[in-house]
């Protein structure tokens, strides 16, 4: 009875299927399309994404030992509370930023052992939010940690692109202040900062016997703005036994002045965007004009002319020139759950574990942040602490006075000593322009010339669940830039498998991002 009943439902769907176009897109029948490629997608990919074994036993582990067990994290299926699978081998605690016997300044970081093969096992890559003061344990759980809990959803899943299969992965809260990190703030500027973050990983590096690892240092948004400092810190140490660093990779990231990241391209993105933001089209011509009086058009054209015709000449004209802002005020209204971070982001606002899931913070009554709860606190080795993604306290005293990477140099300095340097951009990020991040570099000395030669127009392409074309890249003289389409602020988090072939390109073990 049974089968003649499937037998029948089978017959007249499929006769369905032939009548009525519509019906191809009934749940039932989409769920069935989904199924197949996935299907496809799993046998075409079994001989890449050869099994890798969780190396959960300790004895088995070059890292468990006399001085690192007390930072052991147990994975086991059940220890950390709410992720119901195993979870790789992993080390997480306090360290102090330097060697000074009573050294009250701790930062806190979670250190996992690349789950891949030999080839990469010389690599260690550091993860750093920004902020300032935001912790990078949102990069581990919502980026490219091995288990991730995003907004909205009920619970943490294994990540199947975790950088940790690519890797030895520390994300580190930093600077002191943010996170679990111990002690009080006292830094004014990045060469501070850069020198706490130094003393830190020296102790990170002892006490893992992690000398001569190639470091990389990745990182998103305000991280854009540590990364060059302490690279460029760790470049003048000359001690490549504790800081072999070798490249960096930066995300959406501070690297230059509002005026060329927000206020000069924000007309045009809102123009090429005007399908999501739905602003009315007298505004948008009347803000057209204004920017247009602004100097911004102009600086705009100027800073996306491919070689660059010379230094950006920025002179303004006097006018009331605060676009982004009235922009980002007037899309709030339209779109009430306008998410900063990610345009396309309507209501209602999700719930998110770490309670920070869209322009502003927002935890529904009852939801608990999963880094506040003691039991999680217990599980990693973290002190009792009331933990915010992003510190409600100042982590550089009376702001940071440091000059942005790019107008400062250090980038360039950087880049010329590096073996790579990726910055790489979400088109659907709103805080900071794609656009704007371009024009910079293209402003900016480096390897002897200014900018870019060529307008970066190389297809790049994912190959993993045949994405396919996801953006457009290109290289000259070590310095990668990278636009990636689908993806907001924080790419890892809404195009994983983009970061991950990203990660790859960083270390090396691809050339060619159009394959
Ligand atoms: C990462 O490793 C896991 C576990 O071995 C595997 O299931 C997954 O497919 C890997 N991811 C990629 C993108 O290769
Ligand atoms: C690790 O966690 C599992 C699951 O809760 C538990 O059974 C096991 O005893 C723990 N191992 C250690 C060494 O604490
Ligand atoms: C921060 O405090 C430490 C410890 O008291 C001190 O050694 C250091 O000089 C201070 N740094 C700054 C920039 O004030
Ligand atoms: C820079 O732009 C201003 C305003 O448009 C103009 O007056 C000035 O001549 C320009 N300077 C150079 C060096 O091109």
């Given amino acids: 009875m049974k089968v003649a009943f499937f037998t029948l439902l089978g017959f007249l769907f499929a006769t369905a299927a032939l009548a009525s176009s519509s019906w191809n897109r009934s749940p039932q029948a989409i769920k069935r399309l989904y199924d197949e490629l996935r299907a496809e997608e799993?046998?075409?990919?079994?001989?890449?994404?050869a099994p890798v074994k969780d190396r959960l036993l300790r004895k088995k582990s070059k890292f468990y030992n006399r001085k690192t067990k007390d930072f052991w994290v147990n994975g086991t299926r059940g220890a950390m509370p709410d992720v119901h699978f195993d979870i790789p081998e992993s080390y997480a605690g306090l360290l102090p930023i330097s060697v000074a016997k009573k050294e009250p300044r701790k930062l806190w970081f979670w250190f996992f052992p690349s789950t891949g093969g030999p080839e990469t096992q010389d690599d260690l890559v550091v993860w750093l939010n920004g902020g300032p003061g935001c912790s990078s344990l949102e990069g581990l759980l919502q980026e490219n940690?091995?288990?991730?809990?995003k907004y909205g959803t009920y619970l943490p899943v294994r990540n199947t692109y975790t950088w940790v299969n690519l890797t030895n992965m520390v994300w580190i809260e930093q600077p002191v202040g943010t996170g679990f990190s111990q002690g009080d703030p006292n830094i004014t500027n990045e060469e501070e900062l850069a020198e706490q973050f130094l003393g830190f990983m020296k102790n990170f590096v002892d006490k893992f016997g992690l000398h001569g690892k190639r470091i990389w240092l990745t990182g998103e948004s305000y991280a854009g703005k540590y990364i060059p400092y302490i690279a460029d810190a760790m470049l003048n140490r000359n001690d490549p036994k504790t800081f072999n660093f070798k490249g960096s990779m930066l995300y959406d990231p501070s690297i230059d002045e509002d005026l060329y990241l927000e206020e000069v391209p924000v007309v045009p993105y809102?123009?090429?965007?005007?399908?999501?933001?739905?602003?009315p089209e007298e505004e948008v011509a009347s803000l057209k004009e204004r920017a247009d009086k602004c100097g911004f058009t102009d600086i705009y054209n100027q800073g996306l002319t491919f070689p660059p015709a010379g230094p950006l000449n920025t002179t303004l004209v006097p006018f009331k020139c605060q676009?982004?802002?009235e922009i980002f005020s007037r899309a709030l209204k339209i779109n009430p759950c306008f998410n900063i971070y990610h345009i396309m982001t309507t209501c209602p606002n999700l719930w998110d574990v770490l309670g920070f899931p869209g322009s502003f913070g927002y935890l529904p009554e009852g939801a608990k942040i999963y880094f506040a709860r003691p039991e999680v606190q217990k599980a990693i080795n973290a002190p009792p602490t009331k933990w915010e993604e992003c510190s409600s306290r100042d982590v550089f005293v009376g702001g940071d006075k440091s000059e942005y990477p790019v107008?400062?140099?250090?980038?360039?300095?950087?880049?010329?000593?590096s073996e790579r340097t990726v910055v790489a951009h979400g088109l659907l990020d709103f805080i900071l322009i794609a656009d704007g991040t371009l024009i910079?570099?293209?402003?900016?000395v480096w390897g002897g010339k200014r900018g870019f030669s060529k307008k970066p127009s190389n297809k790049f392409v994912v190959p993993y669940e045949r994405q396919g074309e996801l953006?457009?890249?290109?290289?000259e003289r070590g310095l990668t830039y990278i636009e990636v389409r689908l993806a907001g602020h924080m790419v890892p988090q809404y195009q994983p498998a983009a970061g991950y072939r990203h990660l790859e390109y960083l270390l090396g073990r691809v050339k060619d991002l159009s394959r």
């Avoid at 940690?145 to 809990?149: D, I, K």
């Fill in 42 to 49: 799993i046998n075409r990919n079994q001989e890449r994404l």
């Fill in 145 to 149: 940690g091995p288990f991730t809990w």
């Fill in 270 to 279: 809102l123009m090429r965007n005007n399908a999501i933001f739905n602003f």
């Fill in 323 to 325: 676009l982004w802002n």
């Fill in 407 to 417: 107008p400062g140099g250090v980038l360039a300095r950087v880049i010329e000593r």
């Fill in 440 to 444: 910079s570099l293209n402003n900016m």
């Fill in 471 to 475: 953006g457009i890249w290109h290289e």
